[in-house]
């Protein structure tokens, strides 16, 4: 699976948009971007995922480029409760029954703040 | 909705001692996955199971095995306790068209005196 690089911190004021960038220039074709997040202690929480088109859902956005070598997760409206280490994971999508790990690298602590 | 159910919540044990933790998945999930998170680090992946086989591991020690049962439900058992493995140990688990979105329990905090 590729590495990923993300920046080991950010703060973000409440009610904006958090940003949260991940390279992973190592990327192959069948990798997919997979974005968990861990609030202090808790298990990790799947947020989003995707290949090479942008995706939405009701948690946030993930937006990849072009060239498949960067993406940034967008939380548009962050909440104190948003505050906790946002992980970029690239994996390949594995076929039926065959699963697979998640490998967590250093990711970014975000800090919202009032 | 249902969600990953772990036990117990936290656990306390002396050195050399034995634990066995439990997890058991979201209804329907054939797939459950271990890992390890010490103090201040990112979570490790140890072992993972589906339908009852070993599918696939990661740095588990040989002191730690584990099993995934006919309702699907799998623990976690750690001989010969020692210190380092104190931390906290997540189960997840995962299924069907959407296998590759893992849904994890709140944890097993292990506190090995």
């Known amino acids: 699976d590729a590495k990923t690089t993300q920046p080991p911190s950010m703060d973000c004021a409440e009610g904006r948009a958090a940003n949260l960038p991940c390279n992973h220039s190592?990327?192959?074709?069948?990798?997919?971007v997979y974005w968990y997040r861990q609030i202090h202690s808790q298990g990790p929480q799947y947020i989003i995922h995707?290949?090479?088109n942008n995706e939405t859902n009701e948690m946030a956005s993930l937006i990849i480029t072009e060239d498949r070598k960067s993406s940034t997760l967008i939380l548009p409206h962050a909440t104190l409760r948003d505050t906790a280490v946002y992980y970029c994971i690239v994996r390949v999508s594995l076929g039926y029954n065959q699963g697979g790990k998640l490998i967590f690298g250093q990711g970014t602590e975000l800090s919202v703040k009032p | 909705a249902a969600g990953v159910i772990q036990s117990p919540r936290h656990l306390i044990k002396e050195k050399r001692e034995t634990a066995t933790l439990k997890c058991y998945p979201i209804p329907r999930h054939d797939t459950v996955y271990w890992y390890q998170q010490g103090p201040g680090q990112d979570p490790q992946f140890l072992i993972s199971?589906?339908?009852?086989?070993?599918?696939d591991k990661g740095s588990i020690p040989d002191r730690f095995s584990a099993q995934q049962f006919s309702d699907y439900h799998s623990e976690l058992n750690m001989s010969s306790l020692e210190l380092g493995d104190s931390a906290l140990y997540f189960c997840?688990?995962?299924?069907?068209?959407?296998?590759?979105?893992?849904?994890f329990g709140a944890g097993t905090r292990l506190s090995v005196l």
């Open positions: 199971f589906y339908e009852k086989m070993q599918s």
């Open positions: 997840a688990s995962s299924a069907g068209e959407a296998k590759n979105i893992q849904y």
């Open positions: 190592t990327i192959s074709g069948n990798e997919y």
């Open positions: 995707g290949l090479k």
